[in-house]
């Protein structure tokens, strides 16, 4: 017998009121003061005491409200929680997307807490640790920011557009991911990396960007803020009609996605290490 799960406007209340949570405890640290506790794939690539408090802090509030749920977080993958029940909840969490801008006291880093059933996510949060912004969706029900529903941008002119991206933190990636930059920049209105994934995909929902690409991206970077971009009417989705994932994310408006989508076919974005 399947499990009914609770609507999506359910595990939005609760995504909200634990995200706020954690990020009033990752904005407290950080003003305490925070240092790296460890390293990930390269020596560049780091964890803080804070990215495990936090979401530790997250794991521990989902288990006294949703018991049965599944959750899969950045730092402690599925934490305690066994395999997802079909028609139950998978919680996907990053406690502190953008941990580099965190570490150096930089404004631009974010909790995202998504909420996912039967493989869709259904309701969102990204809310920016340093300014308290807070964008959030649901599936069917739109994006939104300080109440007011966003729409991304109607550019449909790839040259007048203004791209965001990220690069990974293996030399041999960044390397590659340097060339597509260097074959696209001249093809657009400029490029902006800012380091945080969730932050970059909510910036193109409100047309704060007008797209933004990137490979490498896990499911915690890509939950949430790719939920609030595509209920904002962004198309999100990876090269050659495969989904959003790891080869690579492509977050842009209908009319400018094909441009930006061939071009970076022709780069080989989703290729190299």
Known sequence: MHRSAPSSRELLAIALDVARAAAATAYRMRVEGVSVAATKSTATDVVTAADRAVERQVLDALRQLRPDDAVL??????????????GGVRWIIDPIDGTVNYL????????SLAAEVDGAVVAGVVRNVNTGEEWTATAGGGAWRDGVRLRCSDEADLGQALVGTGFGYAADRRAHQATVVAGLIAHVRDIRRLGAAALDLCLVAEG???????????????????????????????????????DLVVAAPPALFAPLHDRLAELDAAGGP
């Open 208 to 246: 704060r960007l007008d797209a933004y690409f990137e490979k490498g991206l896990a499911a915690w970077d890509l939950a949430a803020g790719g939920l609030v971009a595509a209920e904002a009417g962004v198309r999100v989705a990876g090269l050659a009609g495969r989904p959003p994932g790891p």
């Open 104 to 111: 150096y006291g930089l404004p631009y880093s974010a909790v």
């Open 73 to 86: 977080g950045e730092e402690y993958g599925t934490g305690e929680t066994g395999p997802v029940a079909p």
